[in-house]
């Protein structure tokens, strides 16, 4: 595989101004990149929808078919957040979406909730595939290794349930939900907290839980550590949890850390509805918490009561990787949807 490297300055830390900037700066050097690739088909994923533009282009100027994927509803979430406020920009916005659905031979939507709102944009659904994340059996192999001593190495507390947060702490994870449960659970030694990552707020997190008394009390912090490192991090773990800021539109995310928790066999948790709720019911392989501070509280306090409902909850998670989620099958799926265009294309 080949990959050409476009380098432009992202970062989680940046304004949704600079962001936006990055978006079609990179848009824009794709168009040159773009022309000097022979392509046989174009395939473009997003976030953001801009990448769908060189990606369009591109299927043009060499006679391919174009198949788009979906990361994420753009520009709903966007729109939901804040980010994108301006009445010409949404119309834009808007119009970018139904070109990009528009000129694309198939779509690949990472959920059932991704997949109903483009079929809400008016694209045809025989044309959608859903091809979710996939799970890394290998590298989040439960069994492979030692969980109490790689808490000790990173002075995690070795007899407590801990519930990690493993990615970026940015506006729509909302993880200063983890803070104040961690206040809630001040006095008891039974769970412990733990985040992995950076981002936009991890100052903010990071003083919230110093300013209650949290922080490296039962709510720890790593900011900087290896990708090495990360399947380390989820072998300490016994919860691995999911957290967004309450919005509708982000209910239909799909996020690494949740397909990571499954195949490293945690108990998974999030706080939110949607498709993972649905699958976690389905498959009793975590918790929907609340997002009420009080009865998430009182949720995990019952789960913490029966910690081998935690160990069923985390067997049955690696069953779910195994089953739904495992890259080789995924794959197989994905290439079935650009086998589908390219057979399109010479009808």
Known sequence: MTIIWIP???????????????FFKFMLLSFR????????????????????????????????????????????IPIAIGALNNPLMKSLAYGLEKYSYRNSRQIVALSDGMKAGIIKRGYPPEKITVVSNASDLDNFDPFKIDKVKYRIKYGIPNNSIVVLYPGTLGKVNGVTYLTKIALKFFDDSRIAFVTVGDGQEFEKVRAEAESNGCLNHNFFMFHQISKAEIPLM??????????IIPLVELEANSANKFFDGLAAGCCIAINHKGWQSELITKHKCGITLSQDIDEAKAQLEELIKRPERIHCAGRRARQVAELCFDRNKLTKILESVFTKALDNGNN
């Open 8 to 22: 432009v300055l992202y970062s989680n830390h940046m304004d949704y101004f600079h962001r936006i900037i990055a």
């Open 33 to 76: 990149v773009a022309l000097k690739i022979e392509s046989d088909l174009v395939f473009a994923s997003s976030t953001p929808l801009t990448v769908a533009l060189p990606g369009i282009f591109a299927s043009y100027f060499h006679k391919a078919p174009f198949v788009l994927e979906v990361r994420d509803l753009w520009p709903e």
């Open 234 to 243: 989820f072998a300490c773990a016994d919860i691995v949890i999911s957290t």
